[in-house]
């Protein structure tokens, strides 16, 4: 009888659940749910977070649409999710299990994204210098812990534990009292050294931040513990891997040569490539390179371009459009305006519109907002305005990491993953213009598949 390992993706946008038959080591079924758990800033300090609730109910919905007999079958948890980000709960009640085999959110905060851009320039200037390669940024955990201490510090007394959305759920599944962190989600908070594997506890300790919200460390593609119960028919004490990052488990799902570089693009979007062995990154950060460094497997590292402005610029431009046909009294569904928007840009196949869509900004270069340029009464149309998006995310992602400079780290292909790629055929093609190599679109080349394979891989 085949056995299974649930891979379970916990995005920005989405939540994905794949099982992998671990005797073939393919995906055996699969399904994708949106969280639609964004939470509107009222407070004006640029705050992006997201409700707990929404996105674990998400999760529940998701794997509850997976056959009941494969999970029966399923013999490890792999989960991965998006990075940076944090969330706040109290030990022991973090969740309430009395509705059945599930969990759902008890003492907990929201989710705090990587997205949140309320650690300004002058903020982040204020915290103790890292002793990391990786500069902090906002939307990093630590940061984001540190803005809490000092605009907020009765907040933080209400809670004992911190972690990622997927150690979050980690540690609920296996019933832990705190939370285990592997190094790819460390990394991503800031104030962790990659090459000791440890926080900066003195530098923190000294800055006065609440030592006791550091998760503990433990390796990626290591263990968190059993499951604690049943949960979605899984039977109790299934193996339940530490969670990992969502970009590292992208990358696993479909580089299959040194010579690959993996382009992702989900909500955010990512170019990378990986690092020869025994590769070890600079003592200490460069704030203004787009290039950083973040931890694989086994001390390993992947060189990435991490742009804040992938999918969500497409989204961003949906969701202005729906706003502004609801204010003129017409409706159109999101999902048929992505359809409209990629049927009019493949219909125009370039555009002398400009568009630089950063509207994040970069993490290298905050303060640099998207702009539209060239503007002329023959280039308004949806197919132009779209094309120029499409052409603006991807020339992004060239400036951050140039073909060149992939060329002499021995690159001869781009795998394409994310769903945000899969679904928009317009990406693809301006992937295939922006880049000067062979582009090959990886099938299930996702995260949830990639931590499948991990545990696959490693249990
Ligand atoms: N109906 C659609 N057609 C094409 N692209 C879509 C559609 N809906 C969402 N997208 C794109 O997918 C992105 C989200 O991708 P997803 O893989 O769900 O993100 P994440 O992994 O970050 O949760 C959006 O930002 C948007 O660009
Ligand atoms: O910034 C990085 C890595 O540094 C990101 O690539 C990382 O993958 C984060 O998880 C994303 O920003 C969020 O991922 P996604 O929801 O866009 O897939």
Redesign the pocket.
């Given at each position: 009888m085949t056995n299974f390992i649930l891979g379970l993706?916990v995005?920005?946008?989405?939540v994905?659940a794949v099982l992998l038959a671990t005797d073939s080591r393919t995906v055996s079924v699969s399904h994708?749910l949106?969280t639609a758990a964004d939470i509107s800033d009222d407070g004006g300090i640029k705050a992006k977070e997201q409700d707990t609730g929404r996105i674990i109910d998400a999760v529940n919905r998701c794997v509850d649409e997976l056959p009941t007999d494969k999970l029966r079958r399923v013999c490890g948890i792999g989960l991965s999710g998006?990075m940076h980000g944090v969330l706040l709960w109290r030990a022991k009640s973090g969740c309430d299990w009395s509705g059945g085999d599930f969990f759902i959110p008890r003492d907990t905060s929201q989710l705090i994204t990587w997205q949140d851009g309320r650690c300004n320039s002058d903020f982040l200037r204020s915290l103790p210098k890292p002793d990391s390669h990786l500069n902090t940024a906002t939307g990093f955990g630590c940061a984001t812990l540190f803005w809490l201490m000092k605009h907020r510090p009765e907040f933080l007394e209400g809670f004992t534990v911190a972690g990622t959305i997927q150690d979050y759920v980690a540690s609920m599944l296996c019933g832990l009292d705190g939370c285990v962190m592997t190094p790819q989600n460390a990394a991503s908070w800031g104030f962790f050294n990659t090459s000791t594997n440890q926080w900066n506890e003195s530098i923190l300790k000294a800055a006065g931040f609440p030592l006791h919200l550091l998760p503990q460390c433990a390796p990626s593609g290591g263990l968190a513990g059993q499951t604690r119960s049943v949960w979605h028919s899984i039977p109790a004490g299934t193996p339940v891997g530490a969670a990992l990052g969502?970009f590292q488990c992208s990358v696993y799902s479909c580089m299959s040569a040194p010579t690959d570089a993996v382009l992702n693009i989900?909500?955010?979007a990512q170019l990378t490539f990986a690092m020869p062995a025994g590769f070890r990154p600079p003592d200490s950060p460069d704030s203004t390179s787009s290039i950083s460094y973040f931890p694989y497997f086994d001390s390993s590292y992947l060189a990435v371009a991490a742009s804040l402005n992938?999918?969500?610029v497409?989204?961003t431009f949906v969701g202005m459009l729906t706003s502004w046909m609801r204010e003129l009294g017409a409706d159109l569904s999101?999902?048929c305006l992505?359809?409209k928007l990629?049927h009019s840009a493949l219909n125009q196949e370039s555009s002398d519109l400009r568009v630089i869509p950063t509207v994040l900004g970069e993490r290298h270069d905050p303060g640099s907002l998207g702009q539209v340029t060239y503007i002329s009464t023959n280039n308004l149309s949806l197919g132009h305005v779209t094309r120029a998006l499409c052409h603006g995310v991807l020339s992004n992602l060239a400036s951050m990491m140039p073909a060149e400079l992939l060329q002499n780290a021995g690159v001869s292909r781009i795998v394409g993953s994310?769903?945000?790629l899969a679904?928009?055929q317009v990406f693809r093609q301006e992937v295939e213009r922006a880049f000067p190599f062979q582009v090959v679109y990886g099938k299930n080349a996702?995260?949830a598949v990639g931590v499948a394979m991990v545990l696959s891989d490693r249990l």
């Open positions: 993706d995005g920005t946008t989405s994905k994708a949106p998006q969502d989900s909500t955010s992938g999918g969500n497409l989204a999101e999902s992505y359809e990629i994310g769903s945000a679904r928009n996702d995260s």
